[in-house]
Every structure is written in structure tokens, then in C-alpha cells.
């Protein structure tokens, strides 16, 4: 007589009233934005000389539908073809002082069955400190993790699993990564990353600044796509990965909250027409959840400046964008 399967394992439901809001002693947010630091940095290579070997089925994702330096990875996985290479799973949206957590909406942690994420990087550091952040990269072999660096997770499944990936999709190409290291650099500091000095801003001044900044880099990022399909050209890179996210929690999330324009994104012709050209690609459709775009509790919000008035704006991502043209 086979056994009866174990139920999936679930946190209990987020609770502010008794743990309280996440953010406090986990992340600095007393004097505009300071991002946590994310200390397992730790690489995977296809030869196996950083200790972390491109191996299938030994690494796994820890991710959230709502966080955009999650959604990187899961939409390099997908573009390199590392469904059956890689495995990934979601925690759940919300989260008290204890951190993200697995329960039913997005489901058990199919690995080790934990109930929070913390067990994860207590597992790697006894009695860690920090932020408990995802995307967290999992070694099952040696039971901790590799990594919770979301700039190099993406970059080393874009590049160390050639072995089992699609070869045709070269993300990080060897000849444009000095341009894409630079243009990475802007996008992280003034969009990526903007967004959040903008809701972080303390003061009026600071309020001004970052959005005028960040909006100013956006009319150039639309300048630079009226003559070519995506940043590098006729290829989806890792910078155009990297921009995409953001433009897709733009008009629900990140201007609704921090305020930044009276501009949704569909104010930017080229901007608007690209992001819906990636979105039409499964490996972008398919990891997106407008839903999850919230920010609901959001830690990085400070008071102080007086902001402009900005409503959350729903659009159409699947009218067609006419982008083809430019790849021809």
C-alpha cells in the first residue's frame, strides 16, 4: 500500500500586528533610499572554478512575481531555455517582520520545504542579519546559497550553461560588454534604482532632482530606440532585460507611489512600443503578474516632499507594437 503524499508545507498568514512591518533592523530607509547590501556573492561557472559548477538540476531560483530584480532571472531562465535546468519558485507577495514566506497563493517550497526564506539564509549564515531579498540562487549539493547578487545571477545563467542553453541567444556577447556594462550602469542608477531614490527622497530638493533625472534619462532611452528594435540593436541583451522590468511596474507601481511623472509610459512612443514588443515575448509574458504591482506596505517610501498627483494607469500590452520593421 503506496503512503498518502505530505501536504505542502505553509507559513501562517502575515501578521503586522504581531511581528510587525518588515524593513526595520533588515533595511535602512530612515534617510531617503539606501539599498541593503547583498552579501552572498558567491559564482557559477561552466567550469567549475568558482566552486559552483554549471551543473542541471543542482541550482534553484527563489523568486517573487512582484520584484523586479527577481523577475531578471526568470526571464534570462526562460530566454537560454533552462526550464528543465534551473528550477524556480515563488514566495508569497506579502510579507511581516519575518521576511518572504511560502503559503499557498504562490505555493510550497518544493526544495527543502521551508515556511519562510530566512531558513534559506540562516541555512548559509547562522543567525543572518540582513535583508532577506530575492531572487536567492540555491546549491542543493552543498545546501546553501550561492548567491542573493541579482546583477551576477543573471549575467552567469546567461553565459556559464551554454552547455544546455539555446546558443542562439547570446545575452551577454562577448564583443558589446564594455557598452552593455556601461549602459547597465546608467539604467541601474537612474531608472532601475531611480525609481526608488525617488520614493526614498527626504527632501524637496532631492524629490526634484532624482525624478527630473529619471525622467530625463527616459526621453533618452526613447530617443535611442527610434531607429532600433532593442538597445543593442536586432538582439534582446541583458540590458534590454534589465530596462523592461521597470517599464512594465512603471505606471502601476513605481509613478503611483513615488509620484515621479505626470508622463505614464505610454507618453514614450519608442519606450512604449518596445516594452510591449518584450512583453510579447513568452519568456517576458509569461514571468509577469501586473497584479503583484503594487508596492501594498512598501519600506522604501519616505514622507517629506511634496509630491505630484499620479494615479495608477492600466494599458494594453498586447496592441500590437509595429517594432518588427526596425529588426528587419
Same mark, same amino acid.
Given at each position: 500500500?503506496?503512503?498518502?503524499?505530505?501536504?505542502?508545507?505553509?507559513?501562517?498568514?502575515? #501578521?503586522?500586528?504581531?511581528?510587525? &512591518?518588515?524593513? /526595520? !533592523? +533588515?533595511?535602512?530607509?530612515?534617510? @531617503? =533610499?539606501?539599498? $541593503?547590501?547583498?552579501?552572498?556573492?558567491?559564482?557559477?561557472?561552466? #567550469?567549475?572554478?568558482?566552486?559552483? &559548477?554549471?551543473? /542541471? !538540476? +543542482?541550482?534553484?531560483?527563489?523568486? @517573487? =512575481?512582484?520584484? $523586479?530584480?527577481?523577475?531578471?532571472?526568470?526571464?534570462?531562465?526562460?530566454?537560454?531555455?533552462?526550464?528543465?535546468?534551473?528550477?524556480?519558485?515563488?514566495?508569497?507577495?506579502?510579507?511581516?517582520?519575518?521576511?518572504?514566506?511560502?503559503?499557498?497563493?504562490?505555493?510550497?517550497?518544493?526544495?527543502?520545504?521551508?515556511?519562510?526564506?530566512?531558513?534559506?539564509?540562516?541555512?548559509?549564515?547562522?543567525?543572518?542579519?540582513?535583508?532577506?531579498?530575492?531572487?536567492?540562487?540555491?546549491?542543493?549539493?552543498?545546501?546553501?546559497?550561492?548567491?542573493?547578487?541579482?546583477?551576477?545571477?543573471?549575467?552567469?545563467?546567461?553565459?556559464?550553461?551554454?552547455?544546455?542553453?539555446?546558443?542562439?541567444?547570446?545575452?551577454?556577447?562577448?564583443?558589446?560588454?564594455?557598452?552593455?556594462?556601461?549602459?547597465?550602469?546608467?539604467?541601474?542608477?537612474?531608472?532601475?534604482?531611480?525609481?526608488?531614490?525617488?520614493?526614498?527622497?527626504?527632501?524637496?530638493?532631492?524629490?526634484?532632482?532624482?525624478?527630473?533625472?529619471?525622467?530625463?534619462?527616459?526621453?533618452?532611452?526613447?530617443?535611442?530606440?527610434?531607429?532600433?528594435?532593442?538597445?543593442?540593436?536586432?538582439?534582446?541583451?541583458?540590458?534590454?532585460?534589465?530596462?523592461?522590468?521597470?517599464?512594465?511596474?512603471?505606471?502601476?507601481?513605481?509613478?503611483?507611489?513615488?509620484?515621479?511623472?505626470?508622463?505614464?509610459?505610454?507618453?514614450?512612443?519608442?519606450?512604449?512600443?518596445?516594452?510591449?514588443?518584450?512583453?510579447?515575448?513568452?519568456?517576458?509574458?509569461?514571468?509577469?503578474?501586473?497584479?503583484?504591482?503594487?508596492?501594498?506596505?512598501?519600506?522604501?517610501?519616505?514622507?517629506?516632499?511634496?509630491?505630484?498627483?499620479?494615479?495608477?494607469?492600466?494599458?494594453?500590452?498586447?496592441?500590437?507594437?509595429?517594432?518588427?520593421?526596425?529588426?528587419?
Amino acid at each position: 500500500m503506496t503512503a498518502p503524499a505530505e501536504s505542502p508545507a505553509y507559513a501562517s498568514p502575515v #501578521d503586522i500586528e504581531t511581528y510587525g &512591518p518588515y524593513g /526595520p !533592523g +533588515r533595511i535602512d530607509s530612515s534617510s @531617503g =533610499w539606501n539599498r $541593503p547590501r547583498y552579501p552572498f556573492q558567491d559564482r557559477i561557472t561552466a #567550469d567549475g572554478s568558482s566552486g559552483y &559548477p554549471a551543473e /542541471p !538540476g +543542482r541550482y534553484h531560483l527563489y523568486v @517573487g =512575481w512582484f520584484c $523586479p530584480w527577481a523577475q531578471r532571472t526568470a526571464i534570462v531562465r526562460s530566454l537560454k531555455g533552462l526550464d528543465e535546468v534551473v528550477t524556480l519558485s515563488y514566495v508569497d507577495d506579502e510579507r511581516d517582520a519575518r521576511g518572504w514566506a511560502f503559503r499557498e497563493r504562490r505555493g510550497a517550497d518544493p526544495v527543502n520545504g521551508f515556511l519562510f526564506l530566512e531558513q534559506a539564509y540562516d541555512a548559509t549564515e547562522p543567525g543572518y542579519p540582513g535583508h532577506l531579498s530575492v531572487p536567492a540562487l540555491w546549491d542543493r549539493q552543498t545546501g546553501r546559497l550561492v548567491s542573493n547578487n541579482f546583477p551576477d545571477i543573471t549575467i552567469d545563467l546567461g553565459t556559464q550553461f551554454e552547455q544546455w542553453g539555446d546558443p542562439d541567444i547570446r545575452l551577454y556577447p562577448e564583443h558589446l560588454r564594455p557598452q552593455i556594462d556601461e549602459l547597465n550602469e546608467e539604467i541601474y542608477r537612474k531608472v532601475n534604482n531611480g525609481t526608488y531614490r525617488v520614493a526614498g527622497a527626504t527632501t524637496q530638493e532631492d524629490y526634484e532632482e532624482f525624478r527630473h533625472d529619471l525622467i530625463a534619462t527616459l526621453d533618452d532611452l526613447d530617443a535611442r530606440l527610434a531607429d532600433r528594435r532593442f538597445l543593442f540593436g536586432d538582439h534582446i541583451t541583458e540590458s534590454d532585460v534589465r530596462l523592461w522590468v521597470t517599464l512594465a511596474r512603471f505606471d502601476l507601481g513605481y509613478n503611483p507611489l513615488g509620484k515621479i511623472s505626470e508622463r505614464p509610459l505610454t507618453a514614450f512612443p519608442h519606450l512604449w512600443g518596445y516594452a510591449r514588443d518584450l512583453y510579447q515575448h513568452s519568456a517576458f509574458r509569461d514571468t509577469t503578474d501586473f497584479g503583484s504591482f503594487h508596492f501594498k506596505g512598501a519600506s522604501f517610501l519616505n514622507d517629506g516632499p511634496v509630491r505630484i498627483e499620479v494615479e495608477p494607469r492600466e494599458a494594453d500590452w498586447e496592441a500590437p507594437h509595429g517594432r518588427e520593421k526596425l529588426g528587419a
